[in-house]
Structures are given as C-alpha cells and as structure tokens.
C-alpha cells in the first residue's frame, strides 16, 4: 500500500512539474487605452543574448539587418500558420535526411519568426539528443534539460530558459549523454509530457528540433506524438535517394512542407516550398 502512495505522490509531482506556467500574459494600456498584451516571465529563467552572437551563428531573424533569408522565413512562418490553422495543429517536429543541412538553423529561425506575432507565444524543443544544436545557436551553455526531467525528475520550470526574446521559451537538452534515445523520447513520461505542451496554452506552437532522420530511429520514434513535420533539405548536398528513404521509413507521419536551404537558383539564402 505504500508503494502504491508513493507512486501516485510521484506521478502528482510530475503533472505539477509539466504544468507548470512558462509565463503569464500582462495585459498594459498606455495612456490612450490601447492595449498591449506583453509577457512577464515569472519562473522561467531569462538568459538576455547577444546580437553579435546570433548574427555571427546565422541568426536572421529579428536581427535588424533585413537580410533576403529573413523574409524568407517569415513567408514560411505564414505558410506554417496557415496550415496549422487549417487542421487545428499547434505541434511540428523540423528534421533532415541527414546532419549539415541547417535543420537547427531553421528550427531557430522558424520560431523567432513565429514569436514575432503578437497573438502567438512558441516554445522551441531541442530533442536531438545526440548532437543538440539550440544552445549553440543563442550563444550559452546548459547544464541540465529535458533529459535531467525525463530521468532524474528535474522540475520542469528550473530548465526550461527565455533567450531575451518575448513571447520565446526554449526547453534545451542538457549535457547529459542518453545511450537509448528512442526508447525515452517514446516512454510514457515524454508522451505525457508533449499532451501538455500542446494543451496549455491555445495560441501556443511548440516546434521539436529532432534528429536526422536516417542517422537513428529517435524522429520515426517520436513523430507520431505531435501534429506533421517539416523537412529540411539542401540544394546541392541532399540526394534524391536520402529524400527517397526518409519519405519511405516515415510512412504515414504528415510531412507539412519542405525547406531547402541554400538554392542555386534563388538569390535568398533559403528558398522555401
């Protein structure tokens, strides 16, 4: 009868950890009563980044330098809009054939650009466990994340981090080493998990930075929790046999659109479809 109460105490703890609130919306008028709906972050960690830094990783998005890229990303974050308004979705994995395309890149830049609606708020999930690539980007080193609350019941709240950007909240790693990936990423702690993340908040998109998909089994593991996927893919360095093969092993998964990075024939650095 203890071990019973024991394991129900737990499993109370971790809802109370997954729900745990990210962030509380402010409603502020200025003096002629127009509303402005900021976001005051009251238990996420705000970690202030430097533009030098995003600039220097690649970062177009909200950079202020109106690179070609960056109205690239924002007509894909309409056209991603639209279809996950479409079928009442609100969850897209991002993966590649293969590593070195910029999957990571355009994960970032997806959901910078998302972040910049006003009605949105979009929480960037790093599930590449054997090579997470989001810290990197924003510039800063992490010592614990997902995999810490997947195995050790790290609180939910102490890793997830806000990059100085409103209406961003990045869910990172952490650094430790995770031998059965897929076996976690599969388990019922992270299912649990992923239903919350998509139900807490309506205007939410959550956007999972998954692994390559013919390097393991993790994306074909994990897809089927979350709404479609969006391919990344490079001109000149994608082969039509690894597009051939990933179409293949991900069957049934919804495959959303597809980006293809670095297009000869465009003068935009991202070309998208």
């Given amino acids: 009868m203890e071990k019973i109460k024991q394991a129900l105490e737990r499993a109370r703890n971790e809802q109370n950890d997954a729900s745990t609130d990210t962030a509380v919306e402010t409603p502020l008028a200025d003096e002629e009563g127009r509303v402005d709906h900021r ?35 924002k007509i894909l974050r309409t056209q991603i809009e639209q279809r996950l308004s479409s079928k009442n979705w609100n969850a ?16 970032v830049n997806l959901s910078l650009a998302l972040a910049q609606e006003v ?39 102490k890793i997830l981090l806000n990059p100085g950007v409103e209406r961003l909240v990045l869910l990172p790693v952490g650094n430790q080493s995770v031998a059965n990936s897929s ?33 393991s089994d993790d994306t074909l593991a994990f897809a089927p929790y979350i709404d479609s996927t969006l391919l990344v893919l490079q001109d000149g360095k994608t082969t ?25 024939e465009q003068q935009n650095t991202y070309y998208t479809t």
């Avoid at 080193?141 to 019941?153: A, H, I, M, N, R």
């Avoid at 092993?249 to 000869?264: Q, R, S, Y």
């Fill in 39 to 73: 976001i005051k972050y009251e238990q996420t960690r705000v970690i202030p980044i430097d533009p030098e830094i995003l600039r220097a990783n690649r970062i177009v998005v909200g950079s202020n330098i109106h690179a070609p890229s960056e109205t690239a990303f």
């Fill in 183 to 215: 076996e976690l990423l599969s388990s019922p702690k992270m299912i649990r998990l992923v239903d919350e993340l998509k139900s807490r908040y309506p205007s939410r998109i959550v956007i999972f930075d998954l692994p390559p998909a013919l390097v």
């Fill in 92 to 107: 897209i994995g991002i993966t590649s054939p293969a590593p070195g395309v910029g999957k990571t890149l355009t994960a």
């Fill in 240 to 264: 039509k046999e690894e597009l051939r093969r990933v179409l293949e092993i991900m069957g049934d998964i919804d495959v959303i659109g597809t980006v293809l990075n670095k297009a000869t």
């Fill in 119 to 157: 009605h949105r708020t979009v929480l960037l999930v790093d599930l590449d466990f054997r090579k997470p690539g989001i810290h990197e980007c924003f510039g800063y080193s992490v010592e614990k994340g997902l995999v810490d609350y997947l195995l050790d019941d790290e609180p939910l709240h």
